[in-house]
């Protein structure tokens, strides 16, 4: 059979016709069509220890300023690293109007933990290792200093793990998480608890349109309007 010919589409599409005889073209089983990719592919390799904010400014901005056609993917291989630089990655992956796919690779521990569970869909390769834990760090300065910034960071931290964990750990869990508790875990227990906190995270995507949608009802009522204020008699004063 003759190479098959490239004839433009409607939407950019292509389909390949025969250039064999009518009796031949008849005979093929299928058609084939390809289109270009409107969006690019983002690859980030996180494969050390988690550095400062400022080095990873160009992944961040990468990440925010992506469009809604583009796919990025996060890989993942670190033992944690500094909180903040994590915080900022999860917040461009919120911002992104990318389809933004964390991938584990290896083990992933502490901060790394946190920003796999931020993407928007969620890798496990086999034989990897995962671990939830406390946060770790230090304060100096005045006793009262530290004390202050000791119990700030751990009530911060609280609500983070709570917000992230939740669905994908319970309760329990995590109070023990907190209390100290390490929690190593392997691919298939990573991909058995991913299914609870899929779950977890579509209930709570329902609440809030929900709730969206209560509020966008509310705001469409007409109001009642406030009858006008009567006037108050002028007292008549009568002189002596």
Same mark, same amino acid.
């Given at each position: 059979m003759a190479n098959p010919k490239k004839k433009k589409n409607t939407d950019e599409e292509y389909e390949y016709e025969s250039e064999a005889g009518e009796d031949e073209a008849k005979e093929q089983a299928f058609h084939f069509y390809e289109a270009p990719l409107a969006g690019k592919?983002?690859?980030f390799y996180l494969s050390d220890s988690i550095g400062p904010p400022k080095d990873?400014?160009?992944?961040?901005?990468?990440?925010?300023?992506?469009?809604?056609?583009?796919?990025?993917?996060?890989?993942l291989n670190t033992p944690g690293g500094?909180?903040?630089?994590?915080?900022?990655i999860i917040s461009a992956i919120k911002m992104s109007q990318a389809h933004v796919i964390t991938v584990i690779e290896?083990?992933?521990?502490?901060?790394?933990?946190?920003?796999?569970?931020?993407g928007d869909e969620m890798v496990v390769h086999d034989h990897c290792l995962f671990m939830v834990h406390n946060h770790s760090g230090g304060?100096?300065?005045?006793?009262?200093?530290?004390? +202050?910034?000791?119990?700030? %960071?751990a009530r911060w931290f609280g609500e983070l793990a709570e917000e992230t964990y939740a669905g994908f750990m319970t309760e329990a869990e995590i109070k023990r998480m907190m209390a100290g508790e390490d929690f190593w875990m392997t691919s298939t227990?990573?991909?058995?608890?991913l299914q609870n906190f899929v779950k977890h995270l579509d209930d709570q995507r329902k609440m809030r349109e929900a709730e969206q949608a209560k509020a966008e009802e509310e705001a469409a009522k007409p109001k009642p309007r406030r009858a006008?204020?009567?006037?108050? +008699?002028?007292?008549?004063? %009568?002189?002596?």
């Open positions: 592919q983002y690859h990873y400014v160009e992944m961040i901005q990468r990440i925010k300023c992506a469009s809604p056609h583009d796919v990025i993917y996060v890989y500094h909180i903040n630089t994590g915080i900022q290896g083990e992933v521990c502490s901060l790394g933990t946190l920003i796999f569970l931020h304060a100096y300065g005045k006793g009262h200093e530290y004390l +202050a910034s000791a119990n700030a %960071t227990e990573v991909r058995e608890r006008p204020r009567k006037k108050a +008699a002028k007292k008549k004063t %009568t002189k002596k």
